[in-house]
């Protein structure tokens, strides 16, 4: 019989709704049953893609002996992280504050008032490893709430109220300039691995935000040392195990720190982050691994995650069946030398497990490999590689696949459509662009209310209950910008307006220009949320604050600049301090210290050839952060075309920073010069 989670949207809770646990999703009515029964009430945060959730609920949400015992002791409350990334914020933080780490599973139990009081992540069926099992922390948690029940409420007490006293110092407002840039990169000089790319050892996540600082500081300044890390750290990815060799796109991380053996999940977020920073390598290069890379990336998003409704899934599993009924991490991906041969036969199996580091033993498990592209000597026929790479990609497709987190969610989104918008509109592939498009648009007619109003996620064509977060609003932003300079469509900058409104209304503190990640009208938790740190993704406090900067840079609004100077003030105290995770902010306070220079482009009419080509050229420009506007003579679509008139009439293009316009020009050489520093 299903439980409470039967009618969610979320596909991580309707894998529990079969559970004979009694699941509550997180709401008031589970605090009041708790309350009326007098009990504690169990929180299970986790994801869809999270292995050990798996496992946890295997072992122990689907025993009937334990799912009785919390039935009768306990309120069960279910929550996936990436729908209630507040709640999952609040109580991560109590977590690593009362045990020195975190990770998912969380498993937080709490008052009827959700205040925690006894924390852990993943607990095993049996004891082991020192710790205890579920069973007995179930055990002697409910033992506490019935003997010791003061106790209980003294230690949660205090947990909120220490929370509640970890306010940021969020320094004096003030947007960090040339000195906490440098010793940014210095900071980040002495954590790289000179070996590998990368910062930092095991396990090793790709440093995507910091790339995109390096990248736009080296365009600034000509730092040779930023594009170094940049480019060394991109390509030793690439070529490694995170890295799918066959149908492109990155995996979550590296188990190790040479970039071989990954955590097989493949999330949404990574892919866009990576594929927007291969594409601005190879801007900044003209690389041909950057531009491959970047182009295989969009192509797997379009390919595997793309929704039925134009929207983009949240993540590929790591796990799938090996072929025996087993579900085994990266059972779809690695290769041992005898299936390459079953494949390829003996002769292509040699050279694919050459080109691919395939070896006896295996880089894996049990024998297996996961593919790698190891430098070379000489050269490989590149019509063989093809051949080995399409055979082996058409076996690859007979192998069960793994599962999809089908849930669209709004910031991952906006990420995805400012990726694809890019990455299109530089390699000449209108169909990435015409991706972008329906995704924005989806989340126009789908997440987006009668007051601007943005929902998290959606499924299926319906959207969720649970109110967007700053990141939300920020990414989504951000991605209707990129679409708004790569499409000339003015109404992609109006919506991005709309959002950027609620972020300075609803997420600002009007005293301090402090961001909180959830609105001042959103359900009030122990604590208000508020992380400016980058993490997997851009702060949503990061975010905010880039976008806000491009928004001011199209529109001329002071209200708009002078909040995204206000929060980066936190990239000042924060950048010199602890550069590998703050790359987003870093990368905007770039930005702010090029300008960032605003590019409009007039053409004779919208068809003009000439003017496409500027409209180009000022795309492919360096300047940090610049933002583009193209339209034809005496188009009212953007702000920066008011008043431009045509030279000679010609195609004509302006660039201003600072208030500050240089003498317009009609030739293509001459707006590259002043679109790169």
């Known amino acids: 019989m299903a439980n409470r989670l039967a009618h969610e949207t979320s596909p991580y ?50 025993d009937q002996e334990t799912a009785d015992y919390l039935n009768e002791h306990f309120v069960s409350v279910k929550v996936d992280r990436e729908e209630r990334p507040d709640v999952d914020a609040v109580y991560m933080e109590a977590v690593q504050a009362a045990t020195g780490q975190g990770g998912w599973p969380m498993t937080v139990f709490l008052t009827p008032d959700a205040e925690p009081f006894y924390f852990g992540t993943y607990f095993p069926p049996a004891p082991r490893h020192g710790m205890p099992s579920f069973r007995q922390v179930l055990e002697g948690v409910r033992h506490a709430w019935t003997d010791r029940r003061d106790e209980v409420a003294e230690v949660a007490g205090k947990i909120v109220r220490d929370l509640a ?87 979550r991380y590296s188990v190790d720190r040479d970039w071989i053996v990954p955590h097989f999940e493949k999330m949404l977020y990574d892919n866009a982050l990576l594929c927007r920073v291969y594409a601005h390598l190879w801007r900044s290069t003209g690389s041909e691994l950057a531009r491959r890379v970047a182009l295989e990336t969009a192509d797997f998003m379009v390919r595997e ?80 590689v093809a051949s080995i790479k399409e055979r082996l990609s058409a076996a690859r497709a007979e192998r069960p696949a793994p599962g999809r987190d089908d849930k669209v969610v709004a910031a991952w989104n906006g990420l995805a459509i400012a ?31 009668d007051r601007a109003r ?24 951000e991605g209707f910008l990129a679409l708004a300079s790569v499409t000339g469509e003015g109404v992609w900058l109006e919506f991005a307006g709309f959002l950027l409104d609620h972020v300075l209304v609803r997420f600002a503190d009007p005293e301090s220009g402090a961001l909180y990640d959830t609105a001042a009208d959103a359900e009030q938790l122990i604590r208000r ?116 008139v045509l030279v000679g009439g010609a195609a004509t293009a302006y660039v201003c920073r600072g208030f500050v316009c240089e003498l317009p020009v009609t030739g293509v050489e001459a707006l590259r010069e002043r679109v790169t520093p």
């Open 529 to 644: 949320p508020q992380d400016p740190t980058d993490n997997a993704v851009p702060s949503g406090w990061s975010a905010a604050a880039g976008a806000l900067l491009s928004y001011a840079a199209h529109t001329g609004s002071e209200p708009h600049r002078t909040a995204a100077e206000r929060a980066l003030g936190v990239v000042k105290a924060l950048g010199p301090r602890v550069p590998r995770f703050i790359g987003w902010g870093l990368a905007a306070a770039e930005a702010l210290l090029d300008g960032p220079r605003e590019v409009a482009v007039v053409g004779r009419d919208g068809d003009d050839p000439v003017a496409a080509e500027l409209h180009r050229t000022a795309l492919l420009g360096t300047a940090p952060g610049a933002v583009v506007a193209r339209g034809a003579l005496g188009s009212g679509e953007f702000p920066l075309l008011v008043d431009r």
């Open 165 to 251: 006293g970890r306010e940021i110092s969020y320094g004096e407002g003030v947007a960090p300039g040339e000195q906490e840039t440098a010793q940014a990169l210095l900071g980040l000089t002495r954590e790289y691995d000179q070996q590998r790319g990368g910062f930092g050892g095991a396990p090793k996540f790709p440093p995507s935000m910091v790339i995109e600082f390096l990248l736009r500081h080296h365009a600034r300044t000509g730092a040779e040392g930023a594009l170094q890390m940049a480019r060394d750290t991109c390509e030793r990815m690439a070529r490694g195990g995170i890295y799918d060799q066959l149908g492109g796109g990155f995996a």
């Open 13 to 62: 809770l309707l894998q529990h709704a079969d559970n004979p646990v009694d699941w509550w999703p997180w709401s008031a009515e589970a605090f009041e049953e708790a309350r009326r029964r007098g009990v504690p009430v169990l929180l299970s945060v986790g994801y869809s893609s999270c292995h050990w959730c798996h496992v946890m609920a295997h072992e122990s949400f689907e």
């Open 419 to 449: 990726a694809l918008a890019e990455t299109g509109a530089y390699f000449d592939r209108p169909d990435l662009v015409d991706a972008a498009l329906a995704a924005a648009d989806l989340l126009v007619r789908l997440h987006l209310d």
């Open 454 to 477: 943005l929902a998290r996620t959606s499924k299926d064509g319906h959207v969720g209950a649970n109110a967007g977060v700053l990141e939300d609003y920020a990414d989504v932003a």
């Open 305 to 384: 995650l793309r929704t039925a409704e134009g929207g983009f899934a949240s993540a590929l599993d790591a796990d799938s069946d090996d072929g025996t009924g087993r579900h085994v991490e990266g059972a779809y991906y690695v290769w041992t030398p005898e299936q390459l041969r079953e494949v390829l036969g003996a002769e292509d199996a040699e050279a694919a497990a050459h080109y691919f580091g395939v070896t006896d033993e295996g880089t894996f498990e049990e024998g297996a490999s996961v593919l790698q592209l190891p430098q070379h000597e000489g050269v490989f026929d590149a019509e063989k």
